[in-house]
Nanobody, 115 residues
Framework: QMQLVESGGGLVQPGGSLRLSCAASESIFSIHDMVWYRQAPGKERELVATIFNSTTTTYADSVKGRFTISRDSAKNTVYLQMNSLKPEDTAVYYC?????????WGQGTQVTVSS
């Protein structure tokens, strides 16, 4: 059974940066899509970024040019580098994948952007 553990969240000032990590308990080598979502208070969960295999990436319009998703299959870890953070980026960030036909979610990591 896959377990996903996010880390790297915290409190940061507007314009700052954070790097989130998602560590998987099983090999991610054969997992096609690894995805970051986020959910702000009172809002629906939204897709932030997807990495297909190790090269192709897509982003929500709201984070394009500021966030970068990457994966290290040797470490079974997916990253989300977040630059030029804005208060509206405040949310709980979740890692997601489909592994052997089942959806898996991490517990989330809180990101707060505030001065």
């Amino acid at each position: 059974q896959m377990q996903l553990v996010e880390s790297g969240g915290g409190l940061v000032q507007p314009g700052g940066s954070l790097r989130l990590s998602c560590a998987a308990s099983e090999s991610i080598f054969s997992i096609h899509d690894m995805v970051w979502y986020r959910q702000a208070p009172g809002k629906e969960r939204e897709l932030v970024a997807t990495i297909f295999n190790s090269t192709t990436t897509t982003y929500a319009d709201s984070v394009k040019g500021r966030f970068t998703i990457s994966r290290d299959s040797a470490k079974n870890t997916v990253y989300l580098q977040m630059n030029s953070l804005k208060p509206e980026d405040t949310a709980v960030y979740y890692c997601n994948c489909i592994f052997r036909g089942f959806y898996y979610w991490g517990q989330g990591t809180q990101v707060t952007v505030s001065s």
